[in-house]
Structures are given as structure tokens and as C-alpha cells.
């Protein structure tokens, strides 16, 4: 079984910065791909940035040049610093690993963004 705990997220004023973590636990010998999404009130879930094994990494258009994925292998822990903070950025971020086949989804962190 695999566990995913994310921490990090919070209330922040535009502009501002956080960083959130996601360690993973449980049966883990290799992850794959492991990445961050956000869910907007009243939208769907979509991809903000992912980053592979190797440290490959990919970006929504919208965070490309603010946000920061990275990932300590020997932690089987991922993760994003966001700065230049704006509204919009306002969702519940939740991480996800591509292990041996399957997505594990964590439980989810709120970042507010607003003054």
C-alpha cells in the first residue's frame, strides 16, 4: 500500500510564495513520474507541473516561469515552490506518483491566494 501526506499549502497574499511537499510511504521501490495538480472551485482537476524519474520536467503554460517542481529521490518526496502568487493560483494542489502501473493521489492541500 502507498501513502501520499502533502504540506505546504495555506494563505498568501498575491505576489507571495509557498512551497509545498508530498512524501510518499508504503511499497515503494521505484517511482516513476511524479507530479502536481489543482483543482479551481468549480473546475476540473489539471495538470501544473510533472517531473520524471530522471528530472525531466513539464509545466502548464500558466506557471512556466513561477513555479518549481523538484523531487529527492532517496526522500520519495516531490516537490513545488510557487512564487509570484497570483488569484488564480487559488485551488486545492494535490500530488500524484506514477508507480509500477498505477496513479496514487494524495488527499490534497488548499493554497489561497489573496489579499
Known amino acids: 500500500q502507498v501513502q501520499l501526506v502533502e504540506s505546504g499549502g495555506g494563505l498568501v497574499q498575491p505576489g507571495g510564495s509557498l512551497r509545498l511537499s508530498c512524501a510518499a510511504s508504503?511499497?515503494?521501490?521505484?517511482?516513476?513520474?511524479m507530479g502536481w495538480y489543482r483543482q479551481a472551485p468549480g473546475k476540473q482537476r489539471g495538470l501544473v507541473a510533472t517531473?520524471?524519474?530522471?528530472?525531466?520536467?513539464n509545466y502548464a503554460d500558466s506557471v512556466k516561469g513561477r513555479f518549481t517542481i523538484s523531487r529527492d529521490n532517496a526522500k520519495n518526496t516531490v516537490y513545488l515552490q510557487m512564487n509570484s502568487l497570483k488569484p488564480e493560483d487559488t485551488g486545492v494542489y494535490y500530488c500524484?506518483?506514477?508507480?509500477?502501473?498505477?496513479?496514487?493521489w494524495g488527499q490534497g492541500t488548499q493554497v489561497t491566494v489573496s489579499s
Open positions: 500524484k506518483i506514477y508507480l509500477n502501473g498505477y496513479d496514487y
Open positions: 508504503g511499497r515503494i521501490f521505484s517511482i516513476s513520474t
Open positions: 517531473i520524471t524519474s530522471v528530472g525531466s520536467t
